[in-house]
Antibody, heavy 120, light 107 residues
Framework: EVQLLESGGGLVQPGGSLRLSCAAS????????MTWVRQAPGQGLEWVSA????????YHADSVRGRFTISRDNSKNTLYLQMNSLRVEDTALYYC?????????????WGQGTLVTVSS | DIQMTQSPSSLSASVGDRVSITCRAS??????LAWYQQKPGKAPKVLIY???SLESGVPSRFSGSGSGTEFTLTISSLQPDDFATYSC?????????FGQGTKVEIK
């Protein structure tokens, strides 16, 4: 059974940093791209960052480029999102999601999310 | 970036109604379009991929259609479990943008 478990969220002041983690199990982690998607309170889904299975390529939304870095440790079956220079507008529930196929595509499994609150 | 626009933003319907939601892309994304259902406090769940393919385990009352820049999600006979928010997503290119969502409420 595929499981994705996010952690690392919390309350942080503007300008601060957090590192989110997503522990994966139930599939060959290194064979699939992974993504972070966020959802601000009462808002829609926003694609944030993605990384290929090998970790060789990564992609970021314009809204976070230069501040957030996605990475993965395939030996630990874990996905990360390093978030620096956090802003109030980064407040959201952050989900990790798995690509449906090794070549990338839609998201067939999602975690339950970890809440990030940026406030002074 | 490809912009995804859904309409309507919300709708009220009754059990048994046929419901359709439209998603328009700012450029062609065919056939790389997915539809997700999300209930309050829960993660999204994929319903449709590749514009019209039904994800395993999803009831057949859900269907997807369309090509190019215009796509439709149809629920043939709305059930109590279907009251939720529905979002489209293009996965033709990065960033893999989502529509803003359509909330389906009980009339």
């Amino acid at each position: 059974e595929v499981q994705l478990l996010e952690s690392g969220g919390g309350l942080v002041q503007p300008g601060g940093s957090l590192r989110l983690s997503c522990a994966a199990s139930g599939f060959t982690f290194s064979g699939y791209g992974m993504t972070w998607v966020r959802q601000a309170p009462g808002q829609g889904l926003e694609w944030v960052s993605a990384i290929t299975g090998s970790g060789g390529s990564s992609y970021h939304a314009d809204s976070v480029r230069g501040r957030f870095t996605i990475s993965r440790d395939n030996s630990k079956n874990t996905l990360y999102l390093q978030m620096n220079s956090l802003r109030v507008e980064d407040t959201a529930l952050y989900y990790c999601a798995k690509d449906d196929a090794p070549g990338g595509g839609y998201y067939d499994y999602w975690g339950q999310g970890t809440l990030v609150t940026v406030s002074s | 970036d490809i912009q995804m626009t859904q309409s309507p933003s919300s709708l009220s319907a009754s059990v048994g109604d046929r419901v359709s939601i439209t998603c328009r892309a700012s450029q062609s994304v065919s056939p790389w379009l997915a539809w997700y259902q999300q209930k309050p406090g829960k993660a999204p769940k994929v319903l449709i991929y590749k514009a019209s393919s039904l994800e395993s385990g999803v009831p057949s009352r859900f269907s997807g259609s369309g090509s190019g820049t215009e796509f439709t999600l149809t629920i043939s006979s709305l059930q109590p479990d279907d009251f939720a928010t529905y979002s489209c997503q293009q996965y033709n290119s990065y960033p893999k943008t989502f529509g803003q969502g359509t909330k389906v409420e009980i009339k």
